[in-house]
């Protein structure tokens, strides 16, 4: 596998996680953790690899225990398979990572990735511990098996989205929910940004609690997603925004439509920005920059961008916070990924220090990677 | 203390806002946990994150131990000066910055009053749903330091999962902010890694917290049972129906007699061995037929008593019995101490049974009144503090509970925190790797370690005194909890 343009020069595939720790333990060179590869895109370029470890047999769930509504599970578990052993007792996760269900469970933490369920949470708000490999092979835990804990620091949260350059997440303690008893979404598409802005204000004040609250464009639509109660989803839609033609999908026809949703926004090229503000400012970061493509979680504050060219970055970084979802890596090398305030830069950098003295770990994807000229 | 310190914080917030006196710092010799005591040597009121700042690089320069504090209602003992120095007193630091309705979310000084902020947001229709037991007089930047939880946390979620952006003070005296208003990590999670680092990380100088609309309708009900086996069966049933109930929370034969005999009487079944306050929310539509399905499962494990509140003042009242809990005690004991555990709940009975026996060994009384949905219990050790010889079995029941939750599974600690308190029993939940790595964050936050300093991790040091100014004292705390659920117009829940 190669990526930004670097091929490792070995791949090592450890069956355990103290193979894993072996192994760690024996390294000298550059390490690049891999899950199912579904989001290598993501990140500052990836400046070196002498060894890159596939965790993809790392894909036991170590135990379940449903009635505690836990699961605990080897990093390269993948997210489809984790749901599938879920569903059996009517339990699942409102995830749904754009990168799809082939991705894995280690991975989606390491990049805390989202997708449509954004309203509802991300890996981060279901993650109760952690079992990580560090960089000297050494095994340490953070977190717990329960599912309210404050026992120590939550470093779940620090290596959740630290993109493998702290340490290797290798077994992840999740907490549950009961399956929605029931899930519909209802679209309409819009004549235009004004009217679609103007449905998605009525969601965003109004009694409706969509776990799901996606704003496509250049189409306009308006993906709302309803899930729980079979009886609060039906008074849900029977409220949704008005003066809008509604088209409301359940079951497989459901399912179906976010997985074209999902294929829509991963056409998204060449280059795709996420900018962060506030909830009510969707609109005008819309309007402003003036993307070719979007997709909004609105309710959060979250617009997917794709743009044809890097140009708009910078002038969004002026106003708001723009993290570079997708581009290719010559656009990477002249622009970093997070665009960092000084503050954050320089506390993220000591962290990466403390763990990863000789930025061995995933060299250049995350911090190390977001000032250029340290490149 | 150098006296040179003292007048040059006087110099930097005037010298109402610095207090030395040997009698006033009696006040701060321990927070809510009143088994540790120690008197700092002096306590400071910030106005704003400057004042903060100028006090930290003071302390530095000076290498004097600082901490920061809040309403003092902690229970782990974090905000307890271990080594002297200077405590930061934040309560006055307590405005609400801003409410903004639109995006649902409020900016608050860390002084606020947990309760304040909801009742601020209430007339919006919104609310800040981590609703500590203390949420009447707790403070949010103490919720932030302690990732707070509450009986609602089962449904809502713990403090982390509310806290958007947080301005704070760093342990070199630097202003950064860190986070956004959309709760959206870049980069690393800063935020989410520094809500409940006890106060070791950083001071919370100013918080932006996720509002929530108030649900439309809200049922609580009542079940009262002759076993505790079937009490907890209870709670496994109704989890595994698939069913989130808002709160669902477990009283016992010895906290409803106390309850039942003070004034906080809810009409708790007296020969109950075991109830439990069950509460659901969400929309209107469907929530009579969720309340029914509870009930249902209720009478199948031969519930023989099931009252669902017909309006809001019976609900108030059924709430009342639990929240006032604590402050009934003085009915059973003159002293008492809430400890706190978690534990998968599908191991409640047996970890209930093994309390109780403890309880017959050490000969002290033990009522159980805690968050059973979340396996988060709440023993309240009922003792008298006269004899000191039953303190020191405190500690060592402490200990028990504490090995016997971790052997099935658990942890030390659901919604208090380590503090000072269980920095000694970090070992039976972590190896020296993991505690190795925790002391490895706290370095890159806290390098000098002159920011609340001996917290969390273990050094084998104790000092088992009992501070005067909080109290183990049950008619205190019946004052106490009487004053904030009895005396102020506003019993709001949420």
């Given at each position: 596998m190669t990526i930004d343009g670097i091929l490792p020069a070995r791949t090592v595939r450890p069956q355990s996680i103290e193979e894993l720790a072996e192994l760690m333990a024996s390294e000298r060179g550059a390490i690049l953790p891999v899950g199912a590869g579904t989001q290598t895109f993501f990140g500052n370029p990836l400046r070196l690899a002498d060894c890159a470890v596939d965790l993809t047999s790392l894909s036991r769930i170590t135990e379940y225990v449903p009635a505690d509504l836990t699961i605990h599970v080897e990093a390269g578990v993948t997210l489809a398979q984790l749901q599938r052993a879920l569903l059996e007792n009517n339990q699942f996760l409102p995830l749904d990572p754009w990168n799809g269900p082939a991705a894995t469970v280690g991975g989606i933490a390491a990049v805390n990735a989202q997708g449509p369920y954004r309203a509802a949470g991300t890996i981060r708000d279901w993650i109760i511990g952690m079992k990580v490999v560090e960089i000297d092979g050494r095994i340490s835990k953070t977190g717990?098996?329960?599912?309210?804990n404050v026992t120590g620091y939550d470093l779940q949260k620090l290596y959740t989205g630290s993109l493998g350059t702290l340490v290797i997440i290798a077994e992840i303690s999740l907490k549950l929910r009961a399956k929605f008893a029931r899930t519909a979404t209802a679209v309409a598409r819009f004549g235009d940004v004004e009217t679609a802005a103007a449905a998605v204000a009525t969601v965003r004040k109004g009694a409706l609690q969509p776990v799901s609250c996606v704003w496509t464009g250049p189409e306009n639509e308006v993906w709302l997603r309803f899930g729980e109660d079979p009886r609060a989803v039906d008074w849900q839609l029977k409220n949704l925004p008005p003066l809008a033609d509604w088209t409301v999908l359940e079951g497989a026809d459901e399912a179906a439509a976010w997985e074209r949703l999902r294929d829509r926004f991963n056409d998204f090229a060449p280059i795709v920005t996420r900018a962060v503000g506030l909830p009510s400012a969707v609109h005008e970061i819309i309007k402003e920059y003036r993307p070719q493509a979007w997709m909004a979680h609105a309710l959060n504050g979250i617009v997917l961008m794709q743009f044809?060219?890097?140009?708009e970055i910078g002038r969004m970084r002026q106003k708001y916070r723009a993290v570079i979802e997708r581009a290719p890596v010559e656009v990477r090398r002249e622009i970093p990924t997070f665009g960092l305030n000084d503050a954050e830069y320089e506390l993220m950098k000591r962290m990466k220090d403390a763990f990863d003295p000789e930025g061995r770990l995933n060299p250049g994807r995350h911090i190390d990677g977001e000032r250029v000229a340290q490149r | 203390m150098n006296p040179e310190v003292v007048s040059k914080l006087q110099k930097i917030l005037g010298r109402d806002r610095v207090v030395a006196d040997e009698t006033e710092l009696l006040v701060y010799?321990?927070?809510?946990?009143?088994l540790f005591k120690n008197r700092p040597d002096v306590v400071v009121f910030p106005r704003n994150a400057e004042d903060v700042a100028q006090v930290v690089r003071l302390a530095n320069e000076y290498r004097i131990p600082f901490l920061p504090r809040g309403a003092g209602t902690g229970l782990s003992g974090g905000a307890l000066a271990v080594e002297g120095g200077i405590v930061i007193e934040l309560q006055r630091m307590n405005r609400i910055l801003s409410i903004d309705v639109e995006n649902r979310i409020a900016i608050v000084q860390p002084g606020v009053v947990n309760l304040h902020i909801s009742q601020a947001a209430a007339p919006y229709g919104l609310y800040y749903a981590p609703d500590p037991s203390s949420q009447m007089s707790c403070s949010i930047g103490g919720n932030v330091a302690e990732n707070s939880g509450g009986p609602h946390c089962l449904k809502y979620g713990m403090t982390t999962n509310h806290i958007l952006e947080i301005e704070v003070v760093t342990a070199a005296g630097d202003i950064i902010r860190l986070g956004n208003p959309a709760g959206e990590p870049i980069g690393m999670d800063l935020v989410g890694t520094i809500v409940g680092s006890e106060g070791t990380f950083a001071i919370v100088t100013e918080i932006t917290i996720r509002l929530l609309p108030k649900p439309q309708a809200v049922k609580t009900m009542l079940a009262a049972f002759r076993t505790v086996e079937e009490c907890s069966q209870t709670v496994s049933d109704v989890i595994s129906a698939g069913i989130v109930p808002a709160a669902l929370e477990f009283v016992d034969a010895k906290t409803i007699e106390a309850v039942e005999a003070s004034v906080y009487k809810a009409g708790y079944p007296l020969d109950a061995v075991a109830a439990l306050l069950i509460e659901v929310d969400g929309f209107r539509d469907g929530l009579e037929e969720t309340a029914g399905a509870i009930v249902e499962i209720c009478r199948r494990n031969r519930a023989y008593e099931v009252r669902v509140a017909q309006n809001d003042d019976e609900r108030a009242k059924l709430w009342l019995g639990r929240k006032g809990a604590f402050g009934a005690m003085g009915r059973l004991a003159p002293d008492m101490i809430t400890m706190d555990a978690v534990i998968p709940r599908t191991r409640l009975p047996e970890v209930l049974v093994a309390i109780d026996r403890m309880s017959e060994q050490y000969g002290l009384d033990v009522a159980n009144v805690f968050h059973a949905g979340d396996g988060n219990l709440h023993p309240l050790i009922l003792f008298d503090g006269r004899y000191p010889e039953q303190v020191e079995k405190i500690f060592k029941m402490n200990e028990d509970i504490m090995k016997l939750c971790v052997e099935v599974g658990g942890s030390l600690s659901g919604e208090h925190g380590i503090g000072f308190e269980k920095k000694d029993f970090m070992p039976l939940v972590y190896n020296d790797a993991d505690l190795e790595t925790m002391l490895r964050v706290k370095r890159v936050f806290n390098p000098e370690s002159l920011l609340n300093p001996e917290k969390i991790f273990p050094t084998h040091r104790g000092c088992a005194e009992i501070g005067k100014h909080s109290t183990t004292n049950t008619a205190e705390i019946s004052k106490r909890v009487e004053a904030i659920l009895l005396g102020s117009p506003e019993k709001v829940q949420r």
């Open positions: 717990g098996r329960v599912v309210k044809a060219s890097p140009a | 010799e321990c927070d809510g946990l009143p």
